[in-house]
């Protein structure tokens, strides 16, 4: 559409993942297997949590969430991008985009969020396993994590609402295969500065405030491992923050490659490949990594298995 001497854009168009009809092929395929894996590992988490009573704790509380969120973060980026890829369209509509932008962030800031939380989790049970009960109970708990869901939307929509006011009226596309803040604000031919203070001071803010928090945590949960005495004691306190670490060092490591780099470094095909690793490799990882090397877990996930091979075996033999 035009206005006045200017073309004002309607759609996008995402060059994230563009290649030859044989890469684009494969890409889906890797991709939508990809997507199937996450989807069914994160749900088997939230299954096996409410399944065994054993695992009624804060702990896997937590964990039940963030395999809610990687099935929501994961689901606004790879159906759209496995989309243009079979159909080769690679466009995006302005509202559709706009729309991922608000999730996007909602879900990446979740994620950060609930690690930042489970960490807390894991220093109150080894730092103060008296008071954990006390400290960690199921009503503070929910309260924590609805609270972090507001902040997280409030969050979002304050980016989206920026967003939404500036007029784009040059190129439409998108080095990128997902809308996200800093390839938008590139295209615009609007006054960004506000947009970039919001992603300085709050989103910074929202940033860095659950790394350092996990950083604390686990200076204080080291510090106290290293005043106990005996090694049964010592592999007991690490095995219950060893899976988190995991996860924690996994997402935090490629999102910060994304987003801390300078932008006089900036390379588009580098910049896709270590996204996919934070958005589509990651969330595919954790429950792999939470169920095996999670003794209760792995228990608790074959109590189930066994349990529900039980109940379809009398009823073929009831046929």
Not at 14 to 29: I, R, T, Y
Not at 39 to 54: A, E, K, P, Q, R
Not at 177 to 195: A, M, R, T, V
Request: proline share 3%; net charge neutral.
């Amino acid at each position: 559409m035009e206005t006045g001497n200017r073309t004002v854009i309607k759609e996008f168009v995402l060059l994230g993942l563009s290649g030859s009809a044989e890469q684009q092929h494969f890409l889906s395929v890797l991709f939508l297997c990809m997507y199937v894996i996450t989807l069914s590992g994160n749900m088997l988490i939230i299954l096996v949590v409410g399944f065994d009573s054993h695992l009624h704790l804060p702990m896997y509380f937590f964990l039940s969430n963030l395999a809610f969120v990687d099935i929501c973060f994961t689901s606004t980026t790879t159906p759209q991008m496995i989309v243009n890829i079979l159909t080769d369209t690679q466009t995006i509509s302005f509202v559709g985009c706009l729309s991922q932008l608000f999730f996007f962030i909602s879900f990446v800031n979740m994620d950060s969020l609930l690690l930042c939380v489970m960490a807390y989790d894991r220093c109150v049970a080894v730092c103060h396993p008296l008071h954990y009960t006390a400290i960690m109970n199921l009503h503070f708990c929910v309260q924590l994590v609805v609270g972090l869901w507001i902040v997280t939307y409030l969050h979002a929509l304050l980016h989206t609402l920026l967003m939404a006011r500036l007029h784009f009226c040059a190129s439409n596309i998108i080095h990128h295969f997902f809308c996200d803040l800093n390839p938008l604000l590139e295209l615009s031919c609007s006054d960004i500065s506000l947009n970039m203070v919001v992603i300085f001071t709050v989103g910074g803010l929202l940033a860095l405030t659950p790394l350092i928090c996990i950083l604390v945590s686990y200076v204080l949960i080291f510090s106290t491992i290293l005043k106990i005495t005996s090694t049964q004691g010592k592999q007991r306190a690490f095995s219950t923050c060893g899976c988190h670490l995991s996860v924690v060092v996994l997402f935090y490591g490629t999102a910060s490659a994304v987003y801390f780099n300078p932008s006089s470094s900036f390379i588009p095909e580098s910049d896709t490949l270590l996204a996919i690793m934070y958005t589509v490799v990651t969330p595919m990882l954790n429950p792999f990594i939470y169920s095996l090397r999670n003794s209760d877990m792995k228990r608790a996930l074959r109590k189930m298995l066994s349990r529900k091979t039980l109940l379809l075996t009398r009823k073929l033999q009831n046929i």
